[in-house]
């Protein structure tokens, strides 16, 4: 495991990162061991600012011609092509994040504002999904940027690998997720899907028979329900794998009908028994996220179908 920076230098000369790689090494360090994980699997950590962080991901990305998995809001994780046939991950942080994380050092976790534990947390869940990319060795991932026609199989190929990675990174790092972290993220999960409802009524509301504007309405609507399931999924992994969350009652939006209600239930009831058969998934083991997608969207007013001829949707 190589420590890089992709700092400007006045930041480089600000910063105290580039003096605690040692003690970043550390950390990173103890959390895999906690979760099972050896750092020989990692290739890169990557620590870098806002002005480079585009770069960064580019070069992890395009580098190594593999699609970024676990992606968060402070970092990513990235595949390495595989020699030998050993599949080694890197991380790209940002520097916020490794300051906060340095930051909170040694503290113990129930001294920790659920800020600092959701820092924390972070680390861990890249480090989930870096242990996933290597149990499963699965490269099968396409950048949503890469598809340019509606096609429901594609889509279900890009959100199920995405789905199914964000459930073992939550499954694998749910130790460092705190009862108060996970009712806040539920609710940031909760007030999302209206915000993405409401979205969608307006994408609707603009809708023109313009053949742009129909491929648009098709992707934002289809997308609208597997990031449903693909944050729940979140939810879902992380219970599976503390006994502190299983507990909480899973919530479903406020608005949701009785029947969006039981697909989410019944989706967490199927998710459970995937999990079962981890690491060796295959389609016919998780063919029916695309059912319950589909239902999900019926039941909120948007039919997609499979045609020839070209797939579409109608609302
Ligand atoms: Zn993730």
């Known amino acids: 495991m190589n420590i890089k920076f992709f700092l400007s230098e006045s930041e480089s000369k600000k910063s105290k990162i580039g003096e605690q790689e040692k003690a970043l090494s550390d950390i990173i360090d103890s959390y895999a061991k906690k979760i099972g994980f050896s750092t020989e699997y990692i290739e890169d950590i990557v620590v870098t600012d806002e002005e480079h962080y585009n770069q960064a991901l580019e070069t992890y990305t395009k580098a190594n011609n593999a699609p970024a998995k676990g992606i968060a809001e402070f970092a990513r994780t990235c595949f390495h092509e595989p020699e030998k046939n050993v599949f080694r991950s890197s991380i790209v942080f940002r520097t916020e994040l490794?300051?906060?994380?340095?930051?909170?050092?040694?503290?113990?976790?129930?001294?920790?504002?659920?800020?600092?534990?959701?820092?924390?947390?972070?680390?861990?869940?890249?480090?989930?999904?870096?242990?996933?990319?290597?149990?499963?060795?699965?490269?099968?991932?396409?950048?949503?940027?890469?598809?340019?026609?509606?096609?429901?199989?594609?889509?279900?190929?890009?959100?199920s690998e995405l789905l199914l990675s964000e459930l073992a990174a939550s499954f694998f790092s749910a130790r460092a997720m705190s009862p108060e972290l996970y009712q806040q993220n539920m609710l940031s999960?909760?007030?999302?899907?209206?915000?993405?409802?409401?979205?969608?009524?307006?994408?609707?509301?603009?809708?023109?028979?313009?053949?742009?504007?129909?491929?648009?309405?098709?992707?934002?609507?289809?997308?609208?329900?597997?990031?449903?399931?693909?944050?729940?999924?979140?939810?879902?992994?992380?219970?599976?794998?503390?006994?502190?969350?299983?507990?909480?009652?899973?919530?479903?939006?406020?608005?949701?009908?009785?029947?969006?209600?039981?697909?989410?239930?019944?989706?967490?009831?199927?998710?459970?028994?995937?999990?079962?058969?981890?690491?060796?998934?295959?389609?016919?083991?998780?063919?029916?996220?695309?059912?319950?997608?589909?239902?999900?969207?019926?039941?909120n007013g948007y039919k997609f179908v499979q045609n020839p001829e070209g797939d579409g949707v109608y609302w």
């Open 98 to 159: 490794v300051e906060s994380v340095l930051a909170i050092g040694k503290k113990k976790s129930e001294d920790l504002s659920v800020d600092e534990m959701s820092f924390k947390y972070l680390v861990y869940h890249e480090l989930g999904h870096c242990l996933d990319n290597k149990n499963r060795k699965n490269l099968a991932c396409k950048e949503s940027e890469q598809i340019n026609k509606f096609n429901i199989n594609e889509l279900f190929e890009h959100y």
């Open 189 to 299: 999960v909760v007030n999302g899907i209206a915000g993405r409802f409401k979205k969608l009524d307006k994408i609707k509301e603009d809708y023109t028979d313009k053949p742009a504007h129909l491929f648009k309405m098709a992707m934002a609507s289809s997308s609208a329900f597997w990031v449903i399931l693909v944050h729940y999924s979140n939810l879902i992994g992380s219970r599976l794998n503390n006994e502190e969350l299983s507990g909480i009652q899973l919530e479903v939006w406020p608005e949701a009908s009785k029947i969006s209600h039981s697909l989410i239930l019944e989706f967490e009831k199927m998710v459970c028994l995937l999990w079962n058969k981890y690491p060796d998934w295959q389609t016919e083991d998780y063919n029916f996220l695309v059912n319950i997608w589909k239902f999900l969207g019926m039941e």
